[in-house]
């Protein structure tokens, strides 16, 4: 079995150790043309973490500007899971606010179980969400 890399596609930096599972940080930087280097601790991207389904729910969304029945006929999903992905988008971005917060309601018990059946939701993620319920 033949492994290619294709070196015009950059890989996407893990966002978690895969070690210790501590978040990473971006320490090294460097240049593809002369092959400069710089070390320290950078900022990272808090999108690049994301994956390529969080980010085209976020694209779709901002394409839409914020509207879920546009998000939900553009990924061909029902509102109900349109509405689930955005909140783990939130809660993933760090953005969920407190659990009374009216912008990003917290899912439904028959959402979460949807996304678990549909391969969307990690069964791990799904139980913290069901146990954020109680």
Do not use: W
């Not at 988008?89 to 953005?95: F, V």
């Amino acid at each position: 079995m033949t492994v290619t890399h294709h070196h015009d596609e950059p890989h996407r930096a893990p966002s978690d150790c895969p070690v210790c599972g501590d978040q990473l940080h971006v320490t090294r930087l460097g240049c593809t043309s002369c092959g400069t280097e710089l070390a320290g601790v950078f900022t990272s991207c808090e999108f690049c973490a994301l994956s390529p389904a969080e980010i085209e729910t976020l694209r779709v969304f901002l394409a839409s500007r914020g509207n879920l029945r546009e998000v939900e006929k553009h990924l061909g999903v029902s509102y109900p899971t349109a509405r689930l992905r955005l909140t783990q988008l939130l809660m993933r971005l760090g953005l969920s606010g407190d659990a009374g917060d009216a912008a990003t309601p917290r899912p439904t018990r028959d959402e979460v179980l949807a996304q678990v059946a549909a391969g969307t939701l990690a069964p791990a993620e799904a139980q913290r969400l069901l146990s954020e319920a109680d």
